[in-house]
């Protein structure tokens, strides 16, 4: 199972801009992925990078950006005019031979 680590959370007013950081312990991914869960809602789905494209949720098109440096093992998300309602857990995924790992998370609060 691949290992992750999330870094890059805290408390950023609205409006402010975070950099989540996802250090993954090989070079073998073929997807990674950033999700988030917030109190008393289900994770969802925020950005996806594959080998040749990127999807987002639609709550944080144009406000968030998935980026991956294969050289590093590393991915990225970040997050621009953050709003209260991003406040959340954000896990980092990534898939490799089939199988998604899991990071443990790293909390974003945002103050309005």
């Known amino acids: 199972q691949v290992q992750l680590v999330e870094s890059g959370g805290g408390l950023v007013q609205a409006g402010g801009s975070l950099r989540l950081s996802c250090a993954a312990s090989?070079?073998?991914?073929?997807?990674m992925a950033w999700h988030r869960q917030a109190p008393g809602k289900q994770r969802e789905l925020v950005a996806l990078?594959?080998?040749?494209?990127?999807n987002y949720a639609d709550s944080v098109k144009g406000r968030f950006t998935i980026s991956r440096d294969n050289a590093k093992n590393t991915g990225y998300l970040q997050m621009n005019s953050l709003r209260p309602e991003d406040t959340a857990v954000y896990y980092c995924a990534s898939l490799n031979r089939g199988v998604w790992s899991w990071g443990r998370g790293t909390q974003v609060t945002v103050s309005s």
């Open positions: 090989t070079s073998s991914i073929n997807a």
């Open positions: 990078i594959t080998i040749s494209a990127t």
